[in-house]
């Protein structure tokens, strides 16, 4: 079946323009994952959902960060007023449950001039 | 505090020598660790999870308590290994800690 997809690939913003990250988990997966990706770092958990429900917000590094997914499946990640350390690749991964195996799509590179 | 630690960025070796990528992990539980890899223009994907005990493409990891590590290895590199490999530690039950990754380079 259709991984893991993310939309869109790259994204160049100005300054202090907002942008919305899109995931589309493999269908029926219960779990949703964002991860941040630095330049030559590992990811780094921004946040997890099981279906609907945001249990796990700890890793947004700022109240510009904001995640939803309002239907269990699509979870979209908005970043407001992007500032230069905002640039990264953001991950989104989906599993059948907690602890399963997950799953990663493509990321988006987001560069912020 | 739970940390993975790689401590190559950059490994080298010559094809069909031995590889050993490795892994150090801080964490006061019982810890649960994986490896990914990431090749080239793909996606990161599980390689494997050390409860699985099982052997993929020739890769085995063992986890040692005793040393608090889970180091990569493979008896005889492949030019197809080439790629990044990544550590990490399950937190809480599904929060993935990651280290910063070894890019192994497999010499012809």
């Known amino acids: 079946g259709a991984g893991v997809s993310q939309s869109p690939r790259y994204k160049v913003a100005k300054r202090g323009q907002d942008v919305a990250l899109r995931c589309d988990p493999i269908?029926?997966?219960?779990?949703l994952f964002w991860y941040q990706q630095a330049l030559g770092q590992g990811p780094e958990f921004l946040t997890y959902?099981?279906?609907?429900?945001?249990?796990?917000k700890s890793g947004l590094p700022s109240d510009r960060f904001f995640a939803e997914r309002p239907e269990g499946s699509v979870s979209t990640l908005k970043i407001q007023r992007t500032q230069q350390e905002d640039s990264a690749v953001y991950l989104c991964a989906s599993s059948r449950g907690v602890r399963e195996t997950q799953y990663f799509g493509p990321g988006t590179r987001l560069l912020v001039l | 505090a739970q940390r993975v630690t790689q401590p190559e960025k950059l490994l080298s070796v010559f094809k069909g020598a031995p590889v050993e990528l490795k892994c150090n992990y801080s964490y006061s539980g019982s810890p649960e660790l994986f490896w990914y890899v990431q090749y080239s223009r793909q996606r990161l994907q599980l390689l494997l999870r050390h409860i699985s005990r099982e052997s993929i493409k020739g890769f085995t990891a063992d986890l040692n308590k005793g040393e608090t590590s889970f180091h990569l290895k493979k008896p005889f590199a492949q030019e197809e290994d080439s790629a990044m490999y990544y550590c990490?530690?399950?937190?809480?039950?599904?929060?993935?800690?990651w280290g910063a990754g070894t890019k192994l380079i497999i010499k012809p």
């Open positions: 959902f099981q279906n609907e429900a945001q249990l796990d």
């Open positions: 269908s029926g997966h219960v779990s």
């Open positions: 990490a530690l399950i937190y809480s039950n599904y929060q993935l800690i």
